[in-house]
């Protein structure tokens, strides 16, 4: 199973983006999935999170600006970023709940820069 994340790019502080992953050929099927974060010297953080049921979590440092959606159906989830801020600049990767209660599938990462 390879996730397949879209969205990503260059923003100035203050603005939004969104970011799209999907599970592509699992249509039918739900997993719990994520947007976990890197930013240069940092360690890997989950920024948000949304079970197969809905519920959601997000990082204290993103909550009341960024929103996580999915369509399972589609087997696609949604991270809605708004009021960007530099410190949000990171690699944002996907990832799933496959096979076990860990993620342990995860899709390629892609870039946000959020300039002041």
């Known amino acids: 199973v390879q996730l397949q994340a879209f969205g990503g790019g260059l923003v100035q502080a203050g603005g939004s983006l969104r970011l799209s992953c999907t599970v592509p050929?699992?249509?039918?099927?739900?997993?719990?999935m994520g947007w976990f974060r890197q930013a240069p010297g940092k360690e890997r953080e989950l920024a948000a999170s949304i079970r197969k049921n809905g519920f959601a979590y997000y990082t204290d440092s993103v909550k009341g600006r960024f929103s996580i959606s999915r369509d399972n159906s589609k087997n696609t989830v949604w991270l809605q970023m708004n009021n960007l801020k530099p410190d949000d600049t990171a690699v944002y990767s996907c990832a799933a709940r496959v096979r076990t209660n860990q993620f342990d599938t995860w899709g390629r990462g892609t870039l946000v820069t959020v300039s002041s």
């Open positions: 050929g699992r249509t039918g099927s739900s997993f719990d």
